[in-house]
């Protein structure tokens, strides 16, 4: 991440002063920091060490270099400066930790080098001092603009029993130019940045009561109390950190914790190029997420307030099998259906199930999940019907799917376009014989019947029969829909791979939902008559019964963002303009 993580701190001698901050070199060091090892040999030395991700160390200099830094470096003066304000001694080089996967450098001193970051820490430093506090001055808060980049900014007291009040101010800021990035990291950056503050402030809360406890403060100012405060500290004005924490290795520890943060925060979000706008299914993916983050979050609040507990079981198998339409098209695996290790009997692909079930067969089959009616699979193996689905639903966008796995009850078509149930259950007469239903048996079948190819004990479909049944059978002669015919040539085209045939599935898809686009937006957008819509059909190549079913079928399943949009264009004065 391209960020400084600085420490901050409000002296009452000199105002707001930075005490130690760490900064990413993606170049070679600057003069003064971590010259002192060439870099064949610190590159050795991490190659000995077993290739650690970060290795911090202490660069070893001459005290002539540490003073010729100090003399170019845009920092204060030492005149200007106290035991508060310093953080490293004179003729400190400063810390360097390697990051061996990047060859990324981060390198802690008390101020930066570059007399233009100096500037920019400089004044985040003092606005988060100063002007731009949270009420009670302790807290995280974000500034900043675009010149000056943008910081996160966490203020804190430390414990002295020699300062005003008892305590002294602190702050700790992470200063970068991307706001948006900034922005995303403050849950991380926040609680990171309390774990280092509290880490502080318990140290010199131990100080603290260990001083007062052997010299009170509060007692002997009291007698002095019309004593100049200032006057009467006899010279313990300013403390170092080190001494108010009674830590020696303070800075090198801090170093270490804002390298790591660096490094974490910078790893934890990465970007994606995006290449178009997002396609359908991932809007509606979208939205059944969030449907059901709300529907979720909805059930903890009401079982908070209220337990029933007799009535639980029915409302749990209601919840799933409502959840199942939704839920289903974010799973893969069905793991949830499994009860114990073993072998699956499923289908690979829809090419193994073309040849499980025969091409005619296959045909009927796909003809009625592409015209929206309703598929049932009665089976006693709940994995199979639910692989069974997870190949069938490919050949649908997603805001067309509507499952429920596996039932001990029929379910109406209107709930599901996909459903799985047990043997035994009694399926109504009126639905068998419907044109708008296509069933699947399952049977168990004997030797004399299996399959040829499938007469393998080894293959787990090779003991099934599958027989698919329905009211409107599909003639052999009857052309159908003009993406089914491509879906079967893909199929029976033994040079294209399964992944080959499933991107051509993407892609006709993507293809018919276009044309599904502009229908909705020339029918129910527009409200144009039926002879310009027969003309349309006619120019998309979709004039046909069984392709205009499809249409009206596949418009179910545009996004509702895709939807509120055309209509909020419509709404709006421009396009009722443009139209005119």
């Known amino acids: 991440m391209n960020a400084i993580v600085a420490l901050c701190h409000f002296c009452e001698l000199h105002g707001p002063r930075t005490l130690f901050c760490t900064e990413v070199l993606h170049s070679p060091l600057p003069q003064g920091a971590g010259n002192g090892d060439s870099p064949g040999q610190s590159e050795q030395a991490e190659d000995e060490e077993g290739g650690i991700q970060m290795s911090s160390r202490i660069r070893s200099h001459s005290p002539a270099e540490g003073t010729s830094v100090d003399s170019s470096s845009p920092g204060p003066k030492k005149s200007d400066m106290c035991e508060g304000c310093r953080s490293l001694a004179a003729g400190h080089p400063g810390y360097v930790s390697h990051d061996t996967e990047t060859s990324i450098k981060y390198v ?158 910078g790893s934890r979000l990465t970007e994606k190029l995006l290449e178009g706008a997002p396609t359908e299914d991932t809007l509606v993916q979208m939205e059944k997420l969030a449907d059901l983050k709300e529907e979720s979050e909805g059930w903890d609040g009401s079982e908070g307030e209220e337990e029933k507990p007799s009535a639980q079981p029915d409302v749990v198998e209601g919840r799933e099998l409502t959840k199942c339409p939704t839920d289903t098209s974010l799973m893969s695996d069905g793991s949830s259906w499994n009860v114990a290790p073993r072998r699956l009997s499923v289908f690979r692909s829809l090419r193994h199930m073309r040849q499980v079930l025969g091409a005619s067969a296959f045909r009927m089959l796909a003809w009625h999940v592409l015209m929206g009616n309703q598929v049932i699979w009665k089976a006693r193996d709940a994995d199979l019907v639910q692989s069974a689905f997870d190949i069938l639903r490919t050949m649908l966008p997603v805001g067309c799917v509507r499952i429920i796995p596996y039932s001990d009850r029929y379910e109406e078509a209107y709930r599901c376009n996909f459903l799985g149930l047990s043997p035994h259950v009694h399926i109504p007469p009126h639905i068998l014989s419907s044109e708008f239903a296509v069933l699947v048996e399952v049977r168990t079948a004997t030797r004399c019947s299996l399959y040829p190819v499938l007469f393998d004990d080894e293959q787990p479909l090779s003991k099934y029969e599958f027989v698919v049944t329905s009211g409107s059978p599909v003639a052999a002669d009857r052309v159908g829909p003009t993406i089914l015919n491509k879906i079967e040539a893909a199929l029976t085209n033994q040079n294209l791979s399964v992944d080959v045939v499933d991107q051509c599935l993407v892609c006709l898809k993507e293809e018919w939902m276009n044309k599904v686009k502009v229908l909705f937006k020339f029918t129910k957008v527009d409200s144009r008559p039926k002879e310009d819509t027969q003309k349309l059909l006619s120019i998309l190549g979709a004039a046909e019964e069984d392709n205009v079913k499809l249409l009206k079928f596949w418009m179910t399943g545009l996004s509702k963002t895709y939807k509120s949009h055309l209509m909020s264009t419509v709404r709006s004065p421009t396009s009722s303009e443009s139209r005119n």
């Open 108 to 265: 802690s001193h008390q101020h930066p080098n570059h007399p233009q970051l100096f500037s920019i820490v400089r004044q985040a430093c003092v606005r988060s001092l100063s002007c731009e506090v949270c009420p009670g001055r302790e807290g995280p808060i974000f500034f900043g603009d675009e010149q000056h980049g943008f910081v996160f900014s966490h203020t804190f007291f430390i414990k002295d029993s020699l300062a005003r009040g008892f305590q002294r101010w602190y702050s700790i800021i992470t200063i970068m130019m991307d706001r948006i990035y900034l922005i995303n990291s403050w849950p991380f950056l926040l609680g990171k940045i309390r774990g280092i503050i509290d880490e502080l402030q318990g140290k010199a809360l131990k100080v603290f009561e260990a001083e007062q406890y052997g010299c009170p403060q509060r007692a002997q100012r009291m007698n002095t109390a019309f004593t100049p405060f200032l006057h009467q500290r006899n010279g313990n004005a300013a403390r170092s950190l080190t001494s108010l924490t009674n830590d020696e290795n303070l800075w090198a520890c801090l170093h270490t914790s804002f390298a790591w943060l660096l490094k974490a925060c």
